[in-house]
C-alpha cells in the first residue's frame, strides 16, 4: 500500500512536471511582436567605441527611453562618456523605432542621429540592440523595462 501510494504521488508529480514544462516551451516558442510590444519606461545600457582617425576611444552610455507603444519614443535623461569626456543630454530627446512581428526591429534616435537593430524578449521586458550603418561606432547594449 505504501509503495503503492508513493509510485502515485511520484507519477503524479513527473506528469505535472512534464505538463509545465511543455507549457512554458511552448510560451517561449510564440513569438508575436509589434511596435506595442515596447510600451513604457526602459533603461539603456551601452558600450563600445568611437573610431576617430582609425584609433578606438572607448564609450559608454546610459539613458532612460521612454517607448509610446506606437513606434515613437522619448529620451527623458542621457550621459555619455566618450573617451573620458562626459556629456549630458538634455531631457526630452526622440527617436522612432519599428517592430516585427518576429521580434526584431530597428530604432532611431534623432533625427537624424544613430541607428540601431533591435532584438526583443517576446514579452518587451528586455530588448539588445546594435549600432549599425557603414562607418557609425561600434556600440551595443541592453534595454531592460522598468514601468509602464
Do not use: W
Not at 573617451?83 to 521580434?103: E, F, I, L, Q, W
Amino acid at each position: 500500500m505504501k509503495n503503492r501510494t508513493m509510485h502515485v504521488i511520484v507519477t503524479a508529480a513527473i506528469a505535472l512536471a512534464v505538463s509545465g514544462i511543455a507549457r512554458a516551451d511552448k510560451d517561449d516558442n510564440k513569438k508575436e511582436c509589434s511596435e506595442a510590444t515596447l510600451s513604457g519606461l526602459y533603461i539603456f545600457n551601452a558600450s563600445g567605441f568611437n573610431i576617430v582617425g582609425g584609433v578606438a576611444q572607448p564609450k559608454a552610455v546610459v539613458e532612460f527611453i521612454r517607448f509610446n507603444g506606437d513606434g515613437s519614443l522619448t529620451v527623458p535623461a542621457a550621459t555619455a562618456s566618450i573617451n573620458g569626456v562626459v556629456m549630458r543630454s538634455p531631457a526630452h530627446g526622440t527617436g522612432t523605432y519599428t517592430v516585427g512581428a518576429d521580434c526584431t526591429g530597428s530604432l532611431t534616435f534623432g533625427p537624424p542621429g544613430p541607428v540601431f537593430d533591435l532584438f526583443l524578449s517576446s514579452k518587451g521586458s528586455e530588448v539588445y540592440m546594435i549600432q549599425i550603418a557603414p562607418g557609425s561606432p561600434v556600440m551595443q547594449g541592453i534595454v531592460e523595462k522598468l514601468s509602464n
